[in-house]
């Protein structure tokens, strides 16, 4: 499937539409009521490993609805996506080390790829995270990705001694780099504005959480370069941790694709775990290697086939099955043991 190819939950974007229709079929799957799934849709992202699905050059990936963000030791790209077009942006390290991410607080959900007809090709079971850290990507500096309900956020933390003043960046892609009236960060694009909150900042004293000032500082580039940003920091003390956090950088949405995800079968087992299959006409992840607008954008449709805890709240697995042209998932049983059956196209 996927939303993006590395994230199932392409098909269960039509959980926001069929919510109460996949609840009234479970309970005619199953003879008795099914479970909830009015939150299909709503699933938090996931921070996918790579194991050979995408480029070599990512570690993690997430994909949200329009938009997919790879995780690299050279920085992360941003894949915006309407219809046919995409646009490209890049965040750059300034100065920075290069610091393979790792993940942090696995969750339930794997993902497999179940594509063409040799299996040295196919992926089972990769892992997801909750969270993708930089350590030490400037002296005394981790830069933490989390995944918050349907946000991605980022926030750097800086250990005692170390200079915050290290923290530079450059987003290249973007039409412009400006802060607004409210002191947010705007990255405009030709598919939108990406939006960096005001910053917030503060370190642990006697009394709690003691706040530091903070706000967003744009540097023109002398050259044909992006320009670069940094944070302005009010007094703080030297010898404490300090913890910046810049808000939420994207709201990922919905979980499904950019094109169209449906939804064409589906079964509960004995213990209300639901089961979903269908079509995902979405992309594979696909890793840009430029920034700026990409024109060559093309898919075909792949079968899915994915479980979600009683709660429609967990996605326990997806897997994505395909070669190179249309696939398609019509119906699905469950067995006694909870293995899933699929036929289709």
């Known amino acids: 499937?996927?939303?993006?190819?590395?994230?199932?939950?392409?098909g269960l974007a039509l959980g926001v539409l069929l919510g109460g229709a996949l609840g009234a079929a479970g309970q005619r799957a199953s003879g008795k009521a099914g479970p909830s799934v009015s939150f299909l849709g709503e699933l938090p992202p996931l921070f996918v490993e790579n194991r050979g699905q995408t480029h070599p050059a990512v570690a993690f990936l997430v994909q949200g609805l329009g938009r997919t963000l790879f995780f690299?030791?050279?920085?992360?790209?941003?894949?915006?996506?309407?219809?046919?077009?995409q646009q490209v942006l890049r965040?750059?390290?300034?100065?920075?080390?290069?610091?393979?991410?790792?993940?942090?607080?696995?969750?339930a959900a794997v993902f497999s790829w179940f594509k063409g007809a040799q299996p040295s090709g196919w992926r089972r079971s990769v892992a997801s995270w909750g969270r993708?850290?930089?350590?030490?990507?400037?002296?005394?500096?981790?830069?933490?990705?989390?995944?918050?309900g349907e946000r991605l956020k980022y926030g750097f933390v800086v250990a005692p001694g170390a200079d915050p003043g290290r923290i530079v960046l450059r987003w290249e892609g973007a039409d412009a780099v400006t802060v607004d009236e409210t002191g947010a960060l705007r990255l405009a694009?030709?598919?939108g504005a990406l939006v960096d909150d005001a910053p917030l900042a503060w370190q642990e004293g006697p009394g709690g959480r003691e706040a530091v000032a903070a706000g967003w500082s744009v540097t023109p580039a002398d050259t044909a370069e992006a320009p670069t940003v940094r944070f302005r920091l009010g007094a703080y003390d030297p010898t404490a941790a300090l913890v910046i956090d810049p808000a939420v950088l994207v709201y990922c949405g919905y979980i499904g694709g950019e094109r169209t995800d449906q939804v064409f079968g589906l079964a509960v087992d004995s213990v209300g775990h639901l089961f979903i299959t269908g079509v995902t006409g979405s992309s594979e992840a696909s890793f840009p290697v430029a920034v700026g607008p990409c024109l060559t954008y093309a898919w075909d449709g792949d079968a899915f086939v994915a479980k979600l805890d009683p709660s429609g709240q967990t996605l326990l697995y997806c897997g994505y099955l395909g070669g190179r042209e249309y696939d398609n998932g019509r119906?699905?049983?469950?067995d006694g043991a909870g293995n899933a059956y699929i036929t289709g196209v």
Request: hydrophobic share 50%.
């Open 91 to 107: 965040l750059v390290f300034v100065g920075a080390r290069r610091v393979r991410p790792v993940g942090a607080d696995r969750q």
């Open 1 to 10: 499937m996927t939303r993006r190819a590395a994230v199932c939950a392409a």
């Open 72 to 85: 690299t030791d050279a920085g992360v790209v941003v894949a915006l996506r309407e219809g046919q077009r």
């Open 132 to 148: 993708v850290a930089y350590r030490d990507l400037w002296p005394g500096i981790d830069l933490v990705w989390t995944a918050e």
């Open 331 to 334: 119906s699905i049983a469950v």
């Open 189 to 191: 694009t030709p598919l």
